[in-house]
């Protein structure tokens, strides 16, 4: 089964300050993973996808595949960024699509 | 574009009673998913449903049935509700031509 850790529950930024929430991913093969953002009692939504290698409000993910991650990161943090985010893969095989335990972002001003 | 609806919103039940969140999606989508979310406990699955007609057990099944209506819509029911079951459900869909997953704005229950 494709699993994604992340290890961060919460972490603190403080603002202007460099991001990097991190994804860890124990599949093999060519991995397809996602991040989604949950900001303040709203629905999550996608925030990035690594195919799509782009840049989402200043966000970037790469993909590592020898250190098999997918850190998302930004180089200055803004206070609109505190939100849940959530590393993914795909859906799997037997359709699950399993979560990571997500971290929280809390920009500090 | 609607995306994926559910009701209710919010919602407040003592122990025991049984209630049923509704869940339709206008995507065409096949898959469809009930998730809850908990402090520190991230996104868990409770069901999920690979195509009309066929629901299957997640990571926290216990508690919860499911129904798949219809290629839409994709109900949970909480026969005998119990505080520990006091969370947000999210639902959320996903196509053949996209792997990646659409959520419903989520039903706050909180069981007394």
């Known amino acids: 089964a494709q699993r994604v850790t992340q290890p961060e529950k919460l972490l603190s930024v403080f603002k202007g300050a460099p991001v990097e929430l991190k994804c860890n991913y124990s599949?093999?093969?060519?991995?397809?993973l996602f991040w989604y953002v949950q900001y303040s009692r709203q629905r999550l939504q996608l925030l990035l996808r690594h195919i799509s290698r782009e840049s989402i409000k200043g966000f970037t993910a790469d993909l590592n595949k020898g250190e098999t991650s997918f850190h998302l990161k930004k180089p200055f943090a803004q206070e609109e960024d505190s939100a849940m985010y959530y590393c993914?893969?795909?859906?799997?095989?037997?359709?699950?699509?399993?979560f990571g335990k997500g971290t929280r972002l809390h920009i500090l001003p | 574009n609607a995306g994926v609806t559910q009701t209710p919103k919010f919602q407040v039940l003592k122990t025991g009673q049984s209630m049923t969140l509704q869940c339709a999606q206008d995507m065409n989508h096949n898959s469809m998913y009930w998730y809850r979310q908990d402090p520190g406990m991230g996104l868990r699955l409770i069901y999920y449903?690979?195509?009309?007609?066929?629901?299957d057990k997640g990571e926290v099944p216990n508690g919860y049935n499911v129904s798949r209506l219809n290629k839409r819509e994709f109900s949970l029911r909480l026969e005998s509700a119990a505080p520990s079951q006091t969370s947000v459900y999210f639902c959320?869909?996903?196509?053949?031509?996209?792997?990646?997953?659409?959520f419903g704005q989520g039903t706050r229950l909180t069981v007394v």
């Open positions: 449903s690979a195509s009309e007609g066929t629901t």
């Open positions: 993914a893969p795909p859906r799997q095989r037997d359709d699950k699509i399993i």
């Open positions: 599949y093999s093969g060519s991995p397809e």
């Open positions: 959320a869909s996903s196509g053949l031509a996209t792997v990646e997953a659409f």
